[in-house]
């Protein structure tokens, strides 16, 4: 145990200023607290605080330019995370230092650490720290939402990836904002058990097809019907959305006085695109790859990206055009940065040749429907 000898050696070594007697010290008081704290009472637990935190501080201002001062900080953090009675005010002071390796070992174990102090930790530190925070074992609700509000991509996934982390409607709503963008976090969101089912829903309708085939191949047996179910709902629900009937009359009528003109070019259909004009996109990719409404419309409705492809290559359209155009195919979001890679691979291997054949054989086999209706 503790006595009053060893803090009055413990003030003795800080008066003499060796960095040598200090670690020393400082060892020796770590090694016989975790000696001996099973049997500690809260009055020692505290006396054993008060020398280590005398200690660190001493020790903190030679940690700035001696390694072996913080690599003692280090192991001290490592040693004290797991130990149930470890004195609470010197846990929140390793939290806070702004060296990983020091703050890391307590954010992510120690059980000294209060909801209180974790959510004051993820509005204060930095990416790291919140990271380590994210792998503890069990997180409450309250302090998701804190480490969410950062909006780092890296710390929602791992939360999202922590079946101990609790996340709130309110924290999921962050992640589904997210995934959007990150189909990585889609998947890993989409089969965490306590997922809302109606959230679940609004993922599966903005992800890709990519990321429903990944989402169900990773699904877990208890949430395959669930999931497969959805993304069955979400499928109509954006087939329904995309087959309403729509009049392209307007359109089809304005893009030809564009076109006879000369005003109708690639910048022009990037303009339509990117203002997610749906029929005056169809109508001008119709015009600039010599096709018709009917056999662009069922490509833009399509959940695949490579049949839209062809009519882009034939119209000899730019990479940054032809992405445009991949995304106005849906009122809203954008598609994740894996998904637009392969899509511009695939666009890359396409020949102009084998699109001009593909797209006459789509023309052969198109039906015209009502004139101005589709």
């Not at 503890?136 to 079946?163: C, F, G, I, M």
């Not at 419309?297 to 992405?323: E, F, H, K, N, Y």
Request: charged fraction near 25%; glycine fraction near 6%; aromatic fraction near 4%.
């Amino acid at each position: 145990m503790l006595d009053r000898s060893i803090a009055d050696e413990v003030e003795a070594a800080i008066r003499a200023g060796s960095a040598e007697k200090h670690l020393e010290t400082f060892k020796r008081v770590t090694d016989l607290f975790l000696l001996s704290a099973d049997g500690c009472n809260g009055e020692q637990i505290e006396l054993f605080g008060d020398v280590l935190e005398r200690l660190i501080r001493t020790i903190e201002i030679r940690a700035l330019t001696d390694v072996s001062a913080r690599i003692a900080l280090a192991e001290m953090s490592t040693q004290l995370a797991s130990v149930p009675k470890a004195p609470p005010d010197v846990i929140r002071h390793l939290a806070r230092h702004d060296e990983i390796s020091v703050a890391g070992p307590v954010l992510t174990e120690s059980a000294r650490l209060s909801d209180d102090d974790l959510v004051e930790l993820a509005g204060s530190k930095g990416e790291q720290h919140l990271l380590a925070i994210s792998g503890r074992w069990w997180l409450k609700e309250v302090v998701t939402d804190a480490l969410l509000a950062r909006h780092y991509p890296s710390v929602s996934r791992r939360l999202v990836n922590n079946p101990g982390a609790r996340v709130s409607a309110n924290g999921y709503a962050v992640v589904l904002a997210q995934a959007e963008s990150d189909p990585e976090l889609a998947v890993d969101m989409g089969i965490r058990v306590d997922l809302p089912a109606e959230l679940r829903q609004q993922l599966l309708r903005s992800a890709t097809e990519a990321v429903r085939s990944r989402l169900l191949s990773r699904a877990p047996p208890h949430l395959f019907e669930e999931i497969r179910s959805a993304i069955a709902a979400a499928s109509a629900g954006a087939g329904r959305e995309m087959a309403k009937v729509r009049d392209f009359q307007a359109a089809r009528h304005f893009v030809d006085q564009l076109n006879k003109s000369g005003q109708l070019h690639e910048a022009a259909l990037l303009g339509f695109a990117k203002q997610r004009k749906y029929e005056e996109t169809v109508a001008a990719l119709a015009v600039l790859s010599q096709s018709t409404v009917d056999v662009i419309r069922p490509l833009m409705q399509s959940l695949r990206d490579d049949g839209i492809l062809i009519p882009c290559r034939v119209a000899g359209l730019g990479w940054d055009t032809v992405a445009a155009v991949l995304e106005s195919r849906f009122a809203s979001g954008a598609m994740g940065p894996h998904e637009l890679a392969k899509a511009k691979g695939a666009f890359a291997k396409l020949t102009l040749e084998n699109a001009r054949r593909l797209l006459r054989f789509w023309q052969v086999r198109s039906t015209p429907s009502a004139p101005g209706i589709n």
